[in-house]
């Protein structure tokens, strides 16, 4: 059986999304970078480094559609098609689309209350950020 192996990234909404990053910067200390988010580095997980991606997302994003939720939540998976395919047997609801970059691969799945989650399969041998 598939199983989420970690937290990979925190995802939400903001009204002033530049204004908050800066308030997170200030006063929590948050080392935001250029493309809006910051990233927390775990110990290493066997031979790689687990990271935890933190982002904010303008009000008017619409990546986390269809979930009205202002968040999402990504979580960290070893195999990718084989969460899908078990999702997809148990009537799951989901998109039909995985997408495939230089980070890695990505799909999607709601709960039964309509949040998005993304499921995360990082790039053999390494974690991006």
Do not use: H
């Not at 939720?69 to 039909?96: H, Q, S, W």
């Not at 709601?110 to 499921?119: K, T, W, Y």
Request: aromatic share 14%; hydrophobic share 40%.
């Amino acid at each position: 059986m598939a199983r989420v192996i970690g937290i990979g990234g925190i995802f939400f909404k903001a009204r002033d999304a530049d204004a908050l990053r800066a308030w997170y910067r200030a006063n929590l200390g948050l080392e935001i970078q250029d493309w809006g988010g910051a990233v927390f580095r775990a110990p290493a997980e066997g031979e790689r480094q687990a990271i935890t991606v933190w982002t904010i997302f303008p009000g008017s994003s619409t990546y986390f559609n269809p979930s009205p939720a202002p968040f999402m939540i990504n979580y960290r998976v070893t195999n990718l098609a084989e969460m899908l395919a078990e999702l997809r047997a148990k009537g799951c609801t989901m998109e039909d689309r995985v997408e495939e970059s230089e980070f890695g691969k990505f799909g999607w799945v709601q709960d039964p209350e309509g949040n998005r989650a993304e499921l995360w399969e990082p790039p053999s041998g390494q974690f991006p950020g």
